[in-house]
């Protein structure tokens, strides 16, 4: 039987997208499921970042039945910024059935073309601010928050389908019970924070607006001449900020200023995916919101999703620095005994390097592939 593509254009096709892989993934019981409200405000067509993004959501069928999705994204800001001409792919879930990812694939890729785009990249959804890569190595290890979790088939799909290597996402992990700074790891890190004179402190939950941004304004400058560095507006800053607000620990959110600015920032995130993986219906009602706050305050996981240096401060070993901070006060903290850094680019050897030199040991890697985009 044919694949039949169609459009994702209303509500309805929306929630029907969003509901696919509980579908796909229903019997798989160390997958962890989206909360679908988060899903659909990310495509709603309210979100922030359609201010400068086009963007567009199919599924495949067969024989009537959902056996795939994907989506894309011509993001301009991104484009003019980065000199690029990209479209992302991202939102990609399918079985594995290879004719039914090579049409969504080409869909996705026609679509780009008629756009005015020269190459696709992904997986992204919609950008390297979202969640973005697919899992190829440290399937075995559970995934933290906000980390794309895919089975091992995926890559074959993309492969097949003549996607190749764009970059490399590293994942870092280290162990509370195995992991301490030796005496002249302390010694180093205690003489890079007098050399820097600068002041690393927690987040003022009372003055919030103001630390997101103070936060972003190091966020966009750190990471500005990064591969694949997509810079965003207020409002989605504000967006995105609304959001973590609800999970992240103040004690954990990591502000360096220099004479009273903000010259680095760590934002470690405890791992919601405990508790979110007993939600399996990815429903905050009626008992989700009680499973996941509850979830919350018992989490022994964090994840640290941040972490940058102003570009003006990047000579000044800052990022060993902060990093080194944030170490210490997951070895200090009452319940978090697994962390992990991610992602870091393969690229990036002098924060790879910082974080095996602490006891990091690299366990994951997500890839992000490149493919040409097809004439309309």
């Given at each position: 039987m044919?694949?039949?593509?169609k459009p994702?254009?209303?509500?309805?096709?929306r929630h029907r997208?969003?509901?696919?892989p509980?579908?796909?993934?229903?019997?798989d019981p160390?997958w962890v499921?989206p909360l679908?409200?988060?899903v659909?405000?990310?495509?709603?067509p309210?979100y922030p970042?359609?201010?400068?993004?086009d963007?567009?959501l199919?599924?495949?069928?067969?024989n009537?039945?959902?056996?795939g999705?994907?989506g894309a994204?011509?993001?301009?800001k991104?484009?003019e910024?980065?000199?690029?001409?990209?479209?992302?792919?991202?939102?990609?879930?399918?079985f594995?059935?290879?004719?039914?990812?090579?049409a969504?694939?080409?869909?996705?890729?026609?679509?780009?073309?008629?756009k005015?785009v020269e190459?696709c990249v992904?997986?992204?959804?919609?950008t390297t601010?979202?969640?973005?890569?697919?899992?190829?190595?440290?399937f075995?290890h559970?995934?933290?928050?906000?980390t794309?979790q895919?089975?091992?088939?995926?890559?074959?799909?993309?492969?097949?389908?003549?996607?190749?290597?764009a970059?490399?996402?590293?994942?870092?992990?280290?162990?509370?019970?195995t992991?301490?700074?030796?005496?002249?790891?302390?010694r180093?890190?205690?003489?890079l924070?007098a050399r820097?004179?600068?002041?690393i402190?927690?987040?003022r939950m009372?003055?919030?607006?103001a630390?997101?941004?103070?936060?972003f304004?190091?966020?966009?400058s750190?990471?500005?001449?990064?591969w694949g560095?997509?810079?965003m507006?207020?409002?989605?800053?504000?967006?995105?900020?609304?959001?973590?607000?609800q999970i992240?620990?103040?004690?954990?959110?990591?502000?360096?200023?220099?004479?009273g600015?903000?010259?680095?920032v760590?934002?470690?995130?405890p791992?919601?995916?405990e508790?979110m993986?007993?939600?399996?219906?990815?429903?905050m009602l009626?008992?989700?919101?009680?499973?996941?706050?509850?979830g919350?305050?018992?989490?022994?996981g964090?994840?640290?999703?941040?972490l940058?240096?102003?570009s003006?401060?990047?000579?000044r070993?800052l990022g060993?620095?902060?990093?080194?901070?944030?170490?210490e006060?997951?070895?200090?903290?009452?319940r978090?005994?697994?962390v992990?850094?991610?992602?870091i680019?393969a690229?990036?050897?002098p924060?790879?390097?910082?974080?095996?030199?602490?006891?990091?040991?690299?366990?994951k890697t997500?890839?992000m592939?490149?493919?040409?985009?097809?004439p309309?």
């Open positions: 044919a694949v039949d593509i994702v254009r209303s509500r309805i096709a997208f969003v509901d696919f509980f579908r796909l993934f229903k019997h160390a499921p679908r409200m988060s659909l405000d990310r495509i709603s309210k970042a359609n201010a400068h993004q963007t567009a199919w599924m495949a069928y067969r009537g039945k959902p056996v999705r994907i994204c011509v993001d301009h991104f484009n910024f980065q000199d690029q001409s990209w479209a992302w792919v991202g939102f990609f879930e399918a594995d059935d290879q004719e039914a990812a090579d969504l694939f080409d869909t996705a890729c026609r679509w780009a073309g008629a005015g190459e992904g997986p992204g959804s919609f601010n979202d969640e973005c890569g697919l899992l190829v190595d440290g075995e559970p995934p933290m928050i906000l794309p895919n089975p091992p088939y995926y890559e074959h799909l993309w492969v097949d389908a003549g996607w190749e290597q970059m490399d996402l590293w994942g870092w992990r280290h162990h509370k019970d992991d301490d700074l030796s005496d002249r790891q302390k180093i890190l205690a003489r924070k820097a004179d600068v002041q402190r927690s987040m009372d003055d919030f607006e630390e997101v941004d103070r936060f304004e190091v966020y966009n750190a990471w500005a001449r990064n560095f997509a810079p507006s207020e409002a989605e800053i504000r967006h995105q900020a609304k959001n973590l607000k992240l620990d103040p004690e954990l959110t990591l502000i360096a200023e220099k004479d600015k903000p010259v680095g760590a934002l470690i995130l791992d919601a995916n508790a993986i007993k939600v399996r219906s990815g429903r009626p008992t989700g919101f009680v499973t996941l706050l509850r919350l305050k018992k989490t022994t964090a994840r640290v999703w941040a940058g240096v102003r003006d401060f990047q000579s070993a060993p620095l902060i990093y080194g901070e944030g170490a006060r997951l070895r200090n903290h009452p978090i005994q697994r992990e850094a991610s992602w680019l690229s990036n050897t924060m790879n390097s910082a974080i095996e030199a602490i006891g990091g040991e690299k366990y997500w890839r592939y490149r493919r040409k985009a097809l309309a």
